[in-house]
């Protein structure tokens, strides 16, 4: 073999191993599940081919569209917040101004080391209105109790977790793009008699677009996929958290609880379709501004 057929076919040899495990562990199984959509197990007649009829009947579900309409109210709430937060985090560690930077970035990036199931069962703790702290605490002092885990509060108390999990991460990637801004962006600023608010809405925001929009195309994705936290709250607060709750957890319980596992694939595709309209939209609005 002369060398640049050598060259030629390297390529394809180093690119093979990941082209394998994406077909067998991604490609293959979500085929399948499309596969599984299109059937339905009858109690006469078995595994029958339906078409489309399992999509039509998730269409018209009010345990999805619940689902997904309290979700998308979730992601309403929490990820605006959440990434305020990781930006405000960035731009005051990025400025040099805070002692002990490195530990307050730690302290800050340790919450998403924590496993989200371990997270979830720590607030949950926390939330108990028998022996968690705030419980005890408000009793104390001669107040009623919050009831974090009531219908009222549950939304907010799932978005408080979220928040608490992945603020250092979205920080971490917003501080890293901060780091790769010029320096000679910041003297220019500086000689132009921008002092250190103007520096950051003028020179550091405008850089920090492109992570952003990474941050809020990854927080789009989280929150639709939002299953743990619920699912372990559902077991200290099952009369507000069913089964239906989130849609991630609906096709869950649809597969592994109820056996139904043509009308849970159904779901998950719908839910993959309506994760893939949003980030879309999503882009296609920051494309847009960004237009002149």
């Known amino acids: 073999m002369t060398a640049a057929r050598r060259h030629r076919a390297a390529g394809p040899l180093f690119v093979a191993p990941f082209l394998t495990l994406f077909l067998l562990l991604f490609l293959a199984p979500l085929g399948y599940a499309a596969y599984l959509s299109l059937f339905q197990n009858r109690l ?12 039509t009947q998730a269409l018209r579900d009010p345990q999805l569209l619940h689902g997904v309409g309290r979700v998308a109210l979730f992601f309403v709430i929490q990820v605006p917040l959440m990434l305020l937060l990781a930006l405000l985090f960035a731009l005051a560690l990025d400025s040099g101004l805070l002692r002990l930077a490195r530990v307050i970035r730690l302290g800050i990036f340790v919450p998403y080391a924590v496993p989200s199931v371990v997270a979830a069962l720590m607030w949950g703790y926390l939330y108990g209105p028998d022996f968690g702290p705030f419980a005890q605490l408000s009793r104390d002092l001669g107040l009623p109790a919050p009831d974090f885990l009531s219908d009222g509060w549950m939304l907010g108390s799932l978005a408080n977790i979220v928040t608490w999990e992945f603020v250092g991460y979205n920080m971490i990637i917003l501080y890293a793009a901060l780091r790769t801004i ?35 195309l990854f927080s789009v994705i989280g929150s639709f996929q939002l299953f743990n936290e619920p699912n372990l709250l559902m077991k200290i607060a099952p009369d507000v958290i069913s089964s239906s709750y989130t849609a991630n957890l609906y096709a869950y319980s649809l597969a592994f609880t109820g056996q139904q596992v043509n009308y849970a694939a159904t779901v998950s595709f719908l839910l993959g379709l309506v994760i893939v309209i949003a980030s879309y939209a999503v882009l296609l609005t920051a494309n847009r501004r960004r237009t002149p």
């Open 44 to 55: 006469i007649g078995g595994n029958v081919f339906v078409g489309l009829d399992n999509y």
């Open 182 to 216: 010029p320096q000679e962006l910041y003297e220019a600023a500086a000689m132009d008699g921008a002092g250190a608010w103007r520096i950051a809405w003028s020179v550091k925001l405008p850089a920090l677009r492109p992570a952003l929009l990474l941050t809020l």
